[in-house]
């Protein structure tokens, strides 16, 4: 992934340059007495609509972003799944309470959750 990027709009218009799909995750610090932390929350982004997306959360608590354009929509489904499953879903990094869904009309699964391999499925 690209970034991490200052979430505002002037880096925004910068970075973002291809409207093409993509995956993303905004960011933003989880602090405790003994530490802080990246607390996050993984979006994906159909073709063309990466810059409007990440807009929409200027004025929340995360500050950075990260972003990867990726090929085609059934990919970035498999790329949006798999960074949900690394980063432990909400049990782990992430904001995000559900699993990823894949978009209305597509009929593609889980990579992680229908795979055989066993760096997926202890």
């Keep these: ?3 991490p990027f200052q979430l505002v709009e ?3 218009d910068t970075v973002v340059t291809k409207a093409t799909p993509a ?3 905004i960011r933003r ?3 405790t007495e003994k530490y802080a932390y990246y607390k996050g929350r993984l979006g ?3 073709h063309g609509t990466l810059r409007q997306n990440l807009k929409r959360w200027l004025s929340s608590d995360y500050r950075v972003f990260c972003f990867e354009y990726v090929q085609g929509e059934n990919a970035v489904f498999d790329r949006q799944c798999i960074l949900w499953h690394n980063l432990g879903g ?3 990094k992430l904001d995000n309470e559900q699993h990823p869904e894949p978009n209305e009309g597509q009929t593609t699964k889980c990579p992680v959750c229908f795979s055989n391999d ?3 499925n202890p």
């Design 118 to 120: 066993s760096r997926y």
């Design 23 to 25: 995956v993303f995750l």
């Design 90 to 92: 909400p049990a782990g």
């Design 29 to 31: 610090v989880e602090e």
């Design 1 to 3: 992934m690209e970034g």
């Design 44 to 46: 994906r982004a159909p």
């Design 10 to 12: 002037s880096v925004i």
